[in-house]
């Protein structure tokens, strides 16, 4: 089982930076055992894949919209996961969510492949 608690959210303006960190508490499994990703949810959209990597972190894959601005990386000694955020615009507006799962292949989009959700960190951007 994991616990997941998002922190670096905030308020930017266009073209502005942030980092999003995910912080786990693993009971059972190891941290490197979890498929991690990254999603968000604009109001009234549905659940949105935008990053998620492999158990040991050589393996990432991106949404679209968001290759060459986002950058998502795990410390797996630290039991974070963390999404470097650039070049941000109006549409990268919405809560981010980490998530997590061991089973299967770590490069799933579906957000029914993750078992373990946190809170959610509020992205804004504003023009």
């Known amino acids: 089982q994991v616990q997941l608690v998002e922190s670096g959210g905030g308020s930017v303006q266009a073209v502005g930076s942030l980092r999003l960190s995910c912080a786990a508490s693993?009971?059972?499994?190891?941290?490197?055992?979890?498929?991690m990703g990254w999603f968000r949810q604009a109001p009234g959209k549905e659940h949105e894949a935008v990053a998620v990597i492999s158990r040991e972190g050589g393996a990432t894959y991106y949404t679209d919209s968001v290759k060459g601005r986002f950058t998502i990386s795990r410390d797996n000694a630290k039991n974070t996961l963390y999404l470097k955020m650039s070049s941000l615009n109006h549409e990268d507006t919405a809560m981010y969510y980490c998530?997590?799962?061991?089973?299967?292949?770590?490069?799933?989009?579906?957000?029914?492949?993750?078992?373990?959700w946190g809170q959610g960190t509020q992205v804004t951007v504003s023009s």
């Open positions: 998530a997590a799962d061991t089973r299967g292949f770590c490069g799933s989009f579906r957000p029914s492949s993750y078992t373990y």
């Open positions: 693993v009971s059972g499994y190891t941290y490197s055992s979890y498929c």
